[in-house]
Structures are given as C-alpha cells and as structure tokens.
C-alpha cells in the first residue's frame, strides 16, 4: 500500500475529529449492506483509507456523513464487482445501490431530526436539561433521578414526560421552518 498523502496538522485534526463524529454510522452502513464480518471490516479500512487520501476534496461544512457513505458505498460495489468471479454473490448490485439511497435517504431525515433535537435541548432550561441528561445519556435509573432531585419517582415520570412532550413539539415546529 502507497503513503498517505502529507495533509496539514490542521487537516489531520479535521480528519480524525469528523471521522470520530461519524465513525459508529459508517460502520453500521458498511456492516447493514455486507453480509460477512470479515469483508465488512476489510471494507470499512479501505474506506477510511480512501476518505482520508480524498480528505482534500471534501467542502468543509458540508455533509461528511453523507460524503462517507458515498465513499463506502463505491467501495462495497467494487468489493462486489471483485465478488462475481467468486460463487455465489449474496447480493446484486441494484440491490445494494437501492439499499444505500434509502439508507442515505433516511439518514438525511434522522440528520435533520438529530439537529433539531440538539437546538431544541440548548432551549431547556438547566434543571431539564440536567435531566434529560442523567436520564438519557448516563442511563440513571428514575429512582436514582429522583433522589438527586429530591423529588418522587412519580413526580420525576412526570416531569420526563413533560419535558418530552416540549423537545418534541420544538422538534416539530424545528423541521417544519426547515421544509
């Protein structure tokens, strides 16, 4: 395998950060769309490989997410292409091309949701916030919820519920100025 071009400090840090944004999901794209572990996995390297050598040409602030599962999804057609002289392909070209758009399709929509919910959490106020938080990210229990803020466990269910309900009416509103 060749060197990998010389990109600035800058350009590295780019790099690795948005990668480790995105890591999790180009995975999971590569892994949904290729039936064997071990082919996945040579998969994956290859597009990392291929996004870093292709780092220079991607527009910085644009959809990097998006920009990754197109490079993985040539690299999966390429893997296929390679696949036909071997018995037995698990899965046509069309298929994984019509599986990729749909993938990309959906996460365009989850993007724009996950954004939207990010925006409408900054909204809430510290307390909720502090909530949503324990509840949801550090996985505390609604009991452990509770005694942190000294309230009942049927007080805390509330509250969640509450502040469910305002995330998602903000949500809502969110996506409807986007369209």
């Known amino acids: 395998m060749g060197e990998l071009p010389t990109n600035s400090e800058s350009a590295t840090e780019d790099f690795l950060r948005l990668l480790g944004q995105h890591e999790r999901h180009l995975a999971a794209f590569v892994y949904s769309l290729v039936p064997r572990a071990a082919d996945a996995d040579d998969i994956l390297q290859d597009v990392k490989v291929t996004m870093w050598r292709e780092f220079a040409k991607f527009e910085p602030g644009s959809n990097f997410r998006a920009w990754a599962r197109q490079i993985a999804t040539h690299q999966i057609l390429n893997f296929r292409r390679a696949a036909v002289r071997r018995p037995n392909p698990a899965l046509e070209d069309s298929f994984i091309e019509a599986v990729a758009t749909e993938i ?30 324990w509840r949801y990210f550090d996985n505390c229990g609604i009991d452990e919820i509770a005694t942190r803020t000294q309230r009942t466990s049927e007080a805390v269910y509330q509250l969640l519920s509450r502040i469910r309900g305002l995330l998602n009416e903000c949500v809502s509103r969110q996506l409807a100025t986007q369209t």
């Open 104 to 133: 990309d399709r959906q996460a365009e929509e989850l993007d724009r949701r996950s954004d939207a919910l990010q925006h409408c959490l900054q909204k809430l106020s510290e307390p909720h916030r502090k909530i949503i938080v």
